[in-house]
C-alpha cells in the first residue's frame, strides 16, 4: 500500500505543476509514536519531491522541500512506520497552517487558531511554547 495514493499524488502534482499559490494542503503525514507531522501541499514531477510543512517535534516547523522516498523509508519500533492521516480535511491554506506553527512552535489543526492565522491576527507569543 503507498503511503500517498493516486488521486492524491494526482492533486499534489496539479498544485506542483500550476502557477505558485497558496494552496490548501492535500496530505498530512504523521509518526504514529512521535511528533514529527508534514502537511503537504505540492508534489514535483519526479513523484518524489514534496512541498509543504514540516514540524519534526523540536519546536521549529519549517516550510521546505522534502523526499517521499525518505519519508516512507523511516521504520519506527514494533513495525510501525509514517502513516497517512485519514480524516484530514484542512479549510485553510498553507500559509496559515505556518503562521501558526511558526506562533506555537508546532503544527495545529485548530480551527479559531488557524482562521486567526489565516488574517495574520493572531497574538504576540508572551514566551516559548505558549
Do not use: Q
Not at 34 to 39: R, V, Y
Amino acid at each position: 500500500m503507498s503511503l500517498i495514493p493516486p488521486d492524491l499524488i494526482g492533486r499534489l502534482l496539479e498544485n506542483g505543476a500550476g502557477p505558485e499559490g497558496d494552496h490548501v494542503p492535500v496530505v498530512k503525514l504523521f509518526n504514529p509514536m512521535g511528533a514529527a507531522t508534514w502537511i503537504i501541499t505540492e508534489m514535483e514531477t519526479d513523484e518524489d519531491t514534496l512541498f509543504g510543512l514540516a514540524d519534526l517535534g523540536f519546536g521549529c516547523p519549517e516550510l521546505g522541500s522534502m523526499s517521499l522516498s525518505e519519508i516512507t523509508a523511516l521504520r519506527l519500533p514494533f513495525g510501525l512506520a509514517i502513516e497517512r492521516d485519514l480524516y484530514f480535511a484542512p479549510r485553510f491554506p498553507l500559509s496559515a497552517f505556518a503562521e501558526a506553527a511558526f506562533h506555537l512552535g508546532r503544527i495545529t489543526e485548530d480551527e479559531e487558531l488557524l482562521a486567526l492565522a489565516a488574517l495574520k491576527a493572531l497574538p504576540i507569543r508572551s514566551s516559548p511554547g505558549r
